[in-house]
């Protein structure tokens, strides 16, 4: 379950994420409390996950799937610009991720739901 919440906060980090970029500055209040919100639900999500998982491997993959989602948004939806390096280090941050996932050890910690 501490991975599910990883994940749902890492996904959630790219709602935020977005959100900042729309907000001009926090002067769009319509964007704000939204984005506000997904910061509060990030966060809670990645807490959850840290009460049974090292912090630090949690903090690499809750950025990592942040950092992922946010590029590939930005590539696929909103024009950022798309080369072969960019997509290459995006595929390898993913790749390292999921890396951290495999070679990490059971939790010594009891799960708390």
């Known amino acids: 379950m501490a991975w599910l919440y990883?994940?749902?906060?890492g996904l959630l980090?790219?709602?935020?994420?977005l959100g900042l970029?729309?907000?001009d500055g926090f002067t769009k209040i319509g964007v704000v409390i939204?984005?506000?919100i997904l910061m509060a639900l990030s966060f809670f999500c990645f807490s959850k996950a840290l009460s049974v998982l090292p912090v630090s491997t949690a903090y690499t993959v809750f950025t990592g799937?942040?950092?992922?989602?946010t590029a590939a948004v930005g590539m696929l939806f909103l024009?950022?610009?798309v080369s072969v390096l960019k997509i290459f280090f995006v595929i390898t941050l993913i790749t390292c991720?999921?890396?951290?996932?495999?070679?990490?050890?059971k939790p010594e910690?009891?799960?708390?739901?």
């Open 6 to 9: 990883l994940i749902i906060g």
């Open 34 to 36: 939204p984005t506000l």
């Open 65 to 69: 799937f942040g950092a992922f989602g």
């Open 97 to 105: 991720i999921m890396g951290l996932k495999f070679i990490s050890n």
């Open 79 to 81: 024009g950022d610009e």
């Open 13 to 17: 980090e790219v709602g935020w994420a």
């Open 109 to 113: 910690r009891e799960e708390v739901n």
């Open 21 to 23: 970029s729309y907000s």
